[in-house]
């Protein structure tokens, strides 16, 4: 059999030859594909009192697509599912009715892998996918065995059927799915992609750590590896610039990008998205790891890579004509979410008895996730309030033109009413996208601000 240069075979069709299984995008002029990150939603919106929601939900209004990663669970906890000793830092819930407001809003394809997936088990993932496909939104990234969570799946739109592929760096180790093996079922959960953390440290500073290990009780000698070392189990190795790297691992490297190309090979479009904090969600800058692997995905058939769970904003990156956002931090914040288990009131000092839910999500907000170590990750800065939603039209298959609209979500409101967004105008607005300017800078990317908007023109770039 003869092959074409990508590596894919051929076959004859009337005197010519055509790729099996191709990789080309194929959407008609003009396809549009509106882009958000967190949906950190607690209850529905669309019928409320929110001023300003109505003029973002505006913007979804002519997109072929609209995205965003859900990063809660649908159900009604008075009858189903229980909160998990194992949770993603915060029990993320919202009531029965969020199927319907989110289709209300305009989305139509979401994300599902994230470290809140499971917090209220395989019962909460489960009744949560029948929400979703009760109210026509497509969704990946969780199922009942890594095949199912891994998969793409699919959205027939008028200019292009689009494929969505989800993945998480950022879980709970018992919320990993996993294939059969054997005689044994395979595992309920999410598609993950595992890291490797290392600690950078200067080159002087690993001798002092290799002797520590060395007096810890049960050392043993290994091979001597003189750029790294491990003590207690934390990895440490040396560069340049001390702070945090991360290594993926291979085999589920290997498995994206197949349900990448076969994504795209099944559609005209493939959305790939991961959940990601690392390196911290103090970071505007992407882990070291995060371009080279975007890069590939957008090699295997990928048109647009959208990165979230930082809850801030990090640049933008047009990499051969497709969109790389390497955070578009929170869409939705709504921080007082109810009922809460036990084991979060427990975590933060609190009593059930005598602390109310809003209690312990407010200080939840301030202090951050509780760790062994203590608590990391504060949120109550107002870069984790302040975003954009993103509309990307492609023409003759490549990235035409990127408007980012900045949004805020009411930091300065009772607790009860923000984490709703709103269009940020004038200075509020000037402020969000020039911070966006300077973290896209180093990857190539001019924004250009006109009235209250950011403006990417491709002929301006660089590919």
Not at 88 to 116: T, W
Not at 157 to 182: H, I, K, Q
């Amino acid at each position: 059999m003869d092959y074409h240069n990508d590596g894919y075979p051929l076959v004859q069709r009337d005197g010519g030859f055509d790729t099996v299984g191709s990789i080309e995008t194929n959407v008609a002029d003009g396809f549009t594909m509106a882009t958000v990150g967190d949906l950190l939603l607690a209850r529905p919106v669309t019928k409320g009192h929110y001023p300003g929601l109505a003029d973002v939900l505006k913007i979804f209004h002519d997109a072929d697509v609209t995205f965003g990663n859900l990063e809660t669970n649908i159900l009604d906890a008075r009858s189903q599912g229980c909160p998990q000793a194992e949770y993603g830092g915060a029990y993320c819930i919202s009531a029965p009715e969020l199927g319907p407001d989110l289709k209300a809003m305009g989305f139509n394809m979401v994300s599902r892998a994230n470290n809140h997936t499971l917090d209220w088990g395989v019962e909460g993932m489960r009744e949560t996918s029948q929400a979703l496909e009760e109210n026509g939104i497509v969704y990946a990234g969780a199922g009942e065995n890594l095949a199912q969570a891994g998969a793409a799946r699919f959205c027939e739109t008028a200019r292009g059927r689009v494929a969505l592929v989800s993945f998480t760096t950022t879980f709970e180790p018992m919320s990993r799915a996993c294939d059969p093996a054997g005689e044994a079922p395979g595992r309920p959960g999410l598609n993950a992609l595992r890291l490797t953390k290392n600690v950078v440290i200067l080159a002087e500073m690993l001798e002092s750590l290799r002797r520590v290990r060395e007096v810890l009780p049960g050392y043993e000698p290994s091979a001597y590896d003189p750029g790294r070392v491990e003590v207690a189990g934390v990895a440490f190795k040396t560069g340049d610039k001390v702070g945090y790297s991360f290594e993926t691992d291979p085999r589920d490297v290997a498995g994206i990008l197949r349900n990448v190309r076969r994504g795209k090979q099944f559609s005209d479009f493939c959305i790939a998205t991961n959940h990601g904090h690392q390196p911290g969600e103090w970071s505007q800058e992407p882990p070291d790891y995060e371009q080279f692997f975007a890069r590939k995905l957008i090699d295997a058939g990928a048109d647009a890579y959208v990165v979230h769970g930082p809850h801030l904003l990090r640049g933008i990156e047009i990499y051969k004509g497709r969109p790389i956002f390497y955070s578009l931090g929170n869409f939705f914040c709504q921080d007082l979410r109810t009922p809460v288990g036990a084991d979060m009131f427990e975590a933060y000092g609190k009593d059930p008895r005598v602390d109310t839910d809003a209690e312990v999500t407010v200080d939840e907000v301030a202090k951050g996730y509780p760790t062994a170590g203590g608590f990391v990750g504060a949120q109550s800065d107002a870069v984790y309030y302040e975003s954009v939603v993103a509309v990307s039209r492609f023409e003759q298959n490549l990235l035409a033109e990127l408007t980012l609209y900045p949004i805020e979500l009411g930091r300065s409101k009772r607790f009860a009413n923000r984490g709703v967004p709103c269009p940020a105008v004038g200075p509020k607005a000037e402020a969000i996208l020039k911070r966006l300017q300077k973290l896209s800078e180093p990857f190539g990317t001019k924004i250009e601000i006109e009235n209250d908007v950011g403006m990417v023109r491709i002929h301006s770039i660089s590919s």
